[in-house]
């Protein structure tokens, strides 16, 4: 079954920057498209970021959009989130998927001073 492991969260400062990773497996990673979530406490999970399988079309959320940035490395088998001039609203735990029903632990971001 699809399985991911979500790394990179840490406590920073506002406008700093982090890069999450997401190394999956379970799936033929090259055929699919990926997706960058987060959860507040107490709320759904929210897209953030989506690339599809070859890459070549990438869609944000309002409002993380030219701060946050999607790539992958299907040689790794993993996604990664860009995350520049962060925010105190950014913070939440941040997952990532591929449509399927299983998710990872996330990894949790903090922005605050």
């Known amino acids: 079954q699809a399985h991911f492991v979500e790394t990179g969260g840490d406590l920073v400062q506002p406008g700093e920057s982090l890069r999450l990773s997401c190394e999956a497996s379970?799936?033929?990673?090259?055929?699919?498209?990926l997706t960058w979530y987060r959860q507040y406490p107490g709320k759904e999970r929210e897209m953030v970021a989506h690339?599809?399988?070859?890459?070549?079309?990438?869609n944000y959320a309002d409002t993380v959009k030219g701060r946050f940035t999607i790539s992958r490395d299907d040689a790794k088998s993993t996604v990664y989130l860009q995350m520049n001039s962060l925010r105190p609203e950014d913070t939440a735990v941040y997952y990532c998927?591929?449509?399927?029903?299983?998710w990872g632990r996330g990894t949790q971001v903090t922005v605050s001073s």
């Open positions: 379970g799936f033929t990673f090259t055929d699919a498209g």
């Open positions: 998927n591929a449509g399927f029903p299983y």
């Open positions: 690339i599809i399988a070859d890459g070549s079309r990438k």
